[in-house]
């Protein structure tokens, strides 16, 4: 099977809006190619792996190099295709002067188990070479491919979900368990692929997965007509949302995202394998507060999440705690299937054991999560806008006799944020977008008033409708006082409502704050530029709280 | 060095105008006397006094907008004179009719490409090369990214499109002048045997094409209720303008592509919102472009319609060709 099915079903799954089309398309892929391609398709399209191999700069110099093209020019290229593997694809149009294509039939396989790992062993000159070599021997169809796993920039709109879903098709299996066994670590191999179409159900190996996440939705209107009684209330963390998984005796902290991340929390996975029982919770990973009781601010996580092997002194700087919203399976039973309000039952009921239990005091890294009580539907508003005095996103509301399933399941579980806070602000600066966006204005920056001037305090790219980005684009054209490279400054004279979750001081930023999640909400076409915000009125706000 | 008043040819209320014939090519306004490359709507405007063009571009235009007009024709290579000045049309490919236009006055020649292409199109004339000492050119299609593929290629591309759903009824937006016709030109020597329908608007521009000798298949006008059923597994061809909005309503189970040569970029085919898209153009790419350039022997090039930048400083650097801007 060859490189040439892979491009096939890249250009189908590009051209398709429609996904029961791409489900059928994966389906008919999977089943007419052997395991070992079928393992590096499940790799590639869901993203498990976008190691780079060589920068898009490279690329480019790359190609400057061999082909004698002014790097400006491949540059002024890139600012309208905003990817830098489909530029040079796009240049290496005819220019292949060999006839012989002898990698047409190269395998998915041998693509990347060999060919481009081995480039890394070559100097730099043999690399180039290399690297020629298969631009010239590879049909002008698979460039593009190439190019971009070589980039670390290959992604088409294709979800774990859907891949869930075509094989489940293909073999006539549960969602669920073909969802469960694409947890974790997926290695390509013919193994990997195997155990996923496996037709038996309980598979050992499943031990090493985490179950699929449940996530919960944006909470809808008609929530509010149902009994507040049928719901569990608890805080939605802003942390690292985790499973914590002991299975015989082996612990193993899995992030929603599917890494393996004990070691960056040692302190944790000691201290939790000093309970007696297996089990498999569901939680929120923070660095806490403990005199206050509430969670520091997710910045203070981020210096815990990418260090591995953290020193003592870290570890005691910043002081990290698991808690538990879920008991997912215990002592090898899975009870997934059990009602909410009923495992909430049991997690308690095993928490105040291991609490009284445990030789070792576990308390102070881990807990379980408080429930609120809300006794009608304007309280639990209350408990929302409180949010933010104790560092929570809001609300999460759970239905009680809700079974754990996997993924964003409809009507099951909410989550109520609380309000954004706000500040209008002035467009000062645009930058060009890259992928999707690419030709178009689409990376803006904002600016509140300081006295007569105007203080650059957020950049956002979200929240506009295609069709006012194009209108906006039109406008910038039309405004600009300065190119910078790709970055145009403009006449003040646009105001946006600006929405963000959270401020704080920053020496960094010269307008002296921060702000998580800046996000355009709307453009305030009836606005002056002096009637936009101040840093005064940001301050303000960040008194309030 | 001339200043920019000096030249034949300058831009003047961001229109090319000759100061010495009065006379404006392609204008935005009413003016008195206007010279028109071709008949696509950006490049003609009502009211002016009088209009000149070649003969096909007279009858699609009287198509497009009625008789109303005082339309002035000649031949492609038939020399007019006005106010002292040599004017003659010249075939530039890009639909039929369209024309370069050169100007010849005191041993200086001067050609505006029009819009133009090198690209085989048996709907009109092949572009002709025309010598001359300074050019203005379109370069809509300006950078290196664009290379067009065969035709052919192409329509094979849309053929497998259309043949590889046949429970689907497949829409393919494109200009109705032109595009539309050779496309299905193109077509017609592809595999698919199925039904082909086009809207209205492009319904009477076949019919055109038809009457001034030009071979395009007989397609069948789409009328606002047609079954579902009658529809599937055959092409429609629509204009660009209805793809967003209702109009699409009126069809089930369909799939959406859209022929233009920005769809080479896979931002702009994503972002279009069409399933897919056929990179073909009735422009020239930048190869063709060059070519152009190098072929008219121009010592002097302008360059408008498009990012005119990074072709012009390419010229400059590495063909040692002399740009020259306009200034607006």
């Not at chain 2, 002292?84 to 075939?91: L, R, V």
């Not at chain 2, 001359?132 to 299609?141: K, N, P, R, W």
Request: glycine share 4%.
């Amino acid at each position: 099977m060859s490189l040439k099915k892979f491009s096939e079903l890249f250009v189908d799954l590009d051209s398709s809006n429609s996904t029961n089309n791409k489900i059928e398309v994966l389906k008919n892929y999977f089943f007419s190619n052997d395991p070992i391609d079928n393992s590096w398709a499940i790799y590639l399209l869901t993203g498990k792996s976008n190691k780079r191999f060589i920068s898009g700069r490279y690329l480019k110099n790359l190609f400057s190099q061999i082909y004698e093209y002014p790097v400006w020019l491949i540059d002024t290229c890139y600012l309208k295709v905003g990817d830098s593997a489909e530029v040079i694809t796009l240049l290496l149009k005819n220019k292949s002067t060999s006839r012989k294509k002898e990698l047409s039939n190269i395998s998915l396989n041998e693509l990347l188990s060999k060919t481009i790992p081995d480039l890394s062993k070559l100097n730099e000159e043999e690399k180039n070479l290399q690297i020629k070599n298969i631009w010239e021997r590879l049909p002008e169809d698979y460039h593009l491919i190439f190019n971009k796993i070589l980039t670390g920039t290959f992604r088409v709109g294709v979800s774990i979900g859907l891949i869930t879903k075509s094989i489940s098709k293909l073999i006539n299996i549960d969602e669920e368990i073909i969802s469960h066994r694409l947890m974790g670590n997926f290695k390509p191999s013919i193994d990997s692929y195997e155990f996923l179409i496996n037709k038996n159900i309980n598979l050992e190996e499943l031990n090493s997965k985490p179950f699929p996440f449940l996530l919960a939705n944006t909470i809808e209107d008609k929530i509010f007509k149902n009994s507040i009684n049928d719901f569990q209330f608890e805080w939605k963390y802003d942390g690292i949302r985790l499973q914590l998984i002991k299975r015989s005796g082996n612990i193993s902290l899995w992030t929603r995202g599917q890494e393996l991340v004990n070691e960056s929390f040692p302190e944790l996975v000691e201290k939790m394998s000093h309970i007696k029982d297996d089990f498999v919770l569901d939680g929120e990973l923070l660095v806490w507060n403990f005199k206050e009781q509430i969670a520091f601010d997710f910045s203070l996580l981020q210096k815990r999440i990418n260090r591995k092997s953290p020193t003592r002194s870290i570890q005691i700087k910043y002081p990290i705690i698991f808690i538990a919203y879920d008991l997912l399976e215990i002592n090898g039973r899975d009870i997934r299937e059990i009602k909410l309000e009923n495992r909430r039952i049991e997690l308690e009921k095993y928490f105040s054991k291991w609490q009284n239990k445990t030789e070792n005091n576990i308390s102070d890294i881990f807990k379980i999560c408080d429930l609120i009580f809300p006794n009608d539907w304007p309280d639990a508003l209350t408990y929302k806008e409180k949010s933010r005095e104790n560092n929570t996103e809001g609300l999460i509301i759970k239905k009680k006799t809700s079974i754990y399933s996997s993924g964003r399941k409809k009507g099951i579980w909410w989550k109520y944020k609380v309000d954004p806070m706000q500040l209008d602000a002035v467009l000062i600066y645009a930058k060009g977008g890259s992928g999707r966006r690419a030709g178009l204005y689409t990376d803006y920056s904002f600016a509140l008033w300081k006295d007569e001037e105007l203080i650059k305090f957020a950049s956002a790219y979200s929240g506009l409708t295609n069709f006012e980005i194009k209108e906006l684009d039109k406008w910038i054209r039309k405004n600009t006082i300065e190119k910078f490279g790709p970055v145009r400054s403009l006449k003040p004279e646009m105001v946006f409502e600006i929405s963000f979750e959270k401020i704080q001081i920053s020496k960094r930023h010269k307008s002296g704050i921060a702000v998580r999640f800046p996000r355009i909400t709307k453009w305030r076409k009836d606005k002056k530029i002096n009637d936009a915000d101040s840093l005064e009125n940001a301050y303000e706000l960040m008194k309030k709280i | 060095m001339r200043t920019k008043q000096e030249y034949l040819i300058r831009y003047k209320d961001g229109n090319l105008y000759c100061e010495l014939a009065d006379i404006w090519i392609d204008p935005s306004k009413p003016v008195k006397k206007a010279l028109i490359t071709h008949a696509h709507f950006d490049h003609f405007t009502f009211g002016c006094e009088e209009y000149i063009s070649t003969k096909e571009t007279a009858i699609l235009l009287k198509e497009r907008v009625g008789d109303n007009i005082k339309i002035k024709t000649f031949e492609y290579g038939e020399e007019f004179k006005i106010n002292g000045i040599n004017i003659s049309f010249h075939p530039s490919g890009h639909i039929l009719g369209s024309s370069q236009i050169r100007f010849m006055f005191a041993e200086e020649k001067w050609l505006i490409s029009g819009d133009f292409k090198l690209q085989k199109d048996e709907t009109c004339k092949q572009y002709e090369i025309v010598k001359t000492d300074y050019l203005i050119s379109e370069c809509t299609f300006g950078l290196p990214i664009f290379k067009w593929d065969e035709s052919n290629k192409i329509a094979n591309d849309i053929s497998k499109w259309i043949t590889n759903s046949p429970e689907k009824t497949s829409l393919l937006f494109c200009y109705s002048l032109g595009k539309a016709q050779r496309l299905l030109n193109e077509i017609n020597n592809t595999n698919f045997k199925g039904k082909i329908y086009s809207h209205g608007s492009i319904h009477k521009m076949n019919n055109s094409y038809r009457e001034l000798g030009i071979d395009i298949k007989n397609t069948i006008k789409i009328e606002n209720k047609k079954k579902i059923d009658e529809l599937k597994g055959s092409l429609i061809l629509l204009p660009p303008s209805l793809s967003k909005g209702t109009y699409l309503k009126n069809f089930k189970n369909i799939q959406t592509a859209f022929a233009s040569g920005w769809m080479s970029i896979r931002a702009l085919r994503k972002r279009s919102g069409y399933d897919k898209g056929f990179a073909i153009s009735d422009h020239a790419d930048w190869d063709g472009i060059l070519e152009v350039v190098k072929k008219s022997e121009a010592k002097n090039v302008f360059f408008h319609h498009g990012d005119s930048e990074a072709i012009s400083k390419y010229l400059v650097e590495k063909e040692s060709i002399n740009v020259l801007f306009f200034g607006k």
